[in-house]
């Protein structure tokens, strides 16, 4: 059986002035996620031009690894409410060189 890789993306914004504190704390499980069977990437970060908005970007190996994260990733408690969300999971059938 052939499995797809998938991606995790897009952004949220927050209260400007709690963004680094939200970016700040996700790095625990940044840090845990890309040592987990399967994550072949993953980033939470600070938008370098909207002070609201935070990035994030997940590329696993399958469904299965993100999920199997997912039961134990013990999020960080919400530091603020999160004011908007455009976050979307992309399965991949085929993937080539971007140039």
């Known amino acids: 059986m052939h499995t797809h890789k998938v991606i995790i993306a897009g952004w949220f914004?927050?209260?400007?002035?709690?963004?680094?504190?939200?970016?700040?704390?996700?790095?625990?499980l940044v840090k845990r996620?890309?040592?987990?069977p399967g994550c072949l990437d993953l980033a939470i970060t600070a938008d370098p031009?909207?002070?609201?908005r935070v990035?994030?970007?997940?590329?696993?190996?399958s469904e299965?690894?993100?999920e199997s994260f997912r039961a134990i990733a013990n999020p960080p408690k919400q530091i603020t409410p999160?004011?908007?969300?455009?976050?979307?999971?992309h399965v991949i059938s085929k993937s080539g060189p971007p140039f």
């Open 13 to 28: 914004t927050v209260d400007p002035d709690k963004r680094d504190e939200v970016v700040k704390a996700h790095e625990d």
């Open 49 to 52: 031009v909207d002070s609201s």
């Open 82 to 89: 999160l004011l908007n969300v455009e976050m979307q999971k």
């Open 55 to 61: 990035n994030n970007f997940e590329y696993w190996q």
């Open 33 to 36: 996620a890309r040592q987990a």
């Open 64 to 66: 299965k690894d993100l």
